[in-house]
């Protein structure tokens, strides 16, 4: 049985399939902004022993600093919680369970093929998947992202068919 047909059957049966945060991915990019911090920390204390703290650089040392903290915290509450999450239901596509971060079926114009670059083995590429809404002027395209799903290509495939029926007249 196909991805698809596991992810057809899961949503014929609970109403929705979720999917969560790959914890592969989070490690990581764990592991990469734990390397980025140890090393902006270094430098830093390196510079303020050497009393070499002084003007833009010594600014930009320690909003470099903030920012590899800020990632890393994100990245570690991701691998507790494993969210944000993507569900996909009769109703549409969303990320997380705000409802606004997503478009309803009659609210999407396309999903387009899976572009970006692609990465090693097991979905740790820079891919993602543009979900089109109608409204370009007031929307903006919902990006669906390895962080969540393996195999693009077999999603956006799997999203087209879904939208197609969701959106067709049917024969009643």
Same mark, same amino acid.
């Given at each position: 049985?196909?991805?698809?047909?596991?992810?057809?059957?899961?949503?014929?049966?609970?109403?929705?399939?979720?999917?969560?945060?790959?914890?592969?991915?989070?490690?990581?990019?764990?592991?990469?902004?734990?390397?980025?911090?140890?090393?902006?920390?270094?430098?830093?204390?390196?510079?303020?022993?050497?009393?070499?703290?002084?003007?833009?650089?010594?600014?930009?040392?320690?909003?470099?600093?903030?920012?590899?903290?800020?990632?890393?915290?994100?990245?570690? !509450?991701?691998?507790?919680?494993?969210?944000?999450?993507?569900?996909?239901?009769?109703?549409?596509?969303?990320?997380?369970?705000?409802?606004?971060?997503?478009?309803? !079926? +009659? +609210?999407?114009?396309?999903?387009?093929?899976?572009?970006?670059?692609?990465?090693?083995?097991?979905?740790?590429?820079?891919?993602?998947?543009?979900? +089109?809404?109608?409204?370009?002027?007031?929307?903006?395209?919902?990006?669906?992202?390895?962080?969540?799903?393996?195999?693009?290509?077999?999603?956006?495939? !799997?999203?087209?068919?879904?939208?197609?029926?969701?959106?067709?007249?049917?024969?009643?």
């Amino acid at each position: 049985m196909s991805t698809a047909d596991t992810w057809s059957a899961e949503l014929a049966s609970t109403g929705q399939v979720v999917f969560p945060q790959r914890r592969k991915r989070l490690w990581i990019r764990g592991a990469i902004a734990a390397l980025l911090f140890g090393n902006s920390l270094w430098s830093l204390i390196a510079h303020i022993q050497a009393d070499d703290m002084t003007g833009v650089i010594a600014v930009l040392r320690i909003t470099s600093l903030s920012a590899f903290v800020y990632l890393l915290a994100i990245t570690i !509450w991701q691998l507790i919680t494993r969210r944000p999450t993507l569900t996909v239901d009769h109703t549409g596509i969303r990320r997380g369970k705000n409802t606004k971060s997503g478009y309803t !079926w +009659q +609210q999407i114009a396309s999903i387009d093929d899976p572009s970006g670059v692609f990465g090693l083995t097991g979905g740790l590429g820079l891919r993602s998947v543009q979900v +089109q809404p109608v409204d370009r002027h007031h929307s903006t395209a919902l990006g669906i992202t390895h962080d969540n799903v393996v195999d693009l290509d077999e999603l956006s495939t !799997w999203l087209r068919t879904l939208h197609t029926r969701q959106t067709q007249p049917t024969d009643d």
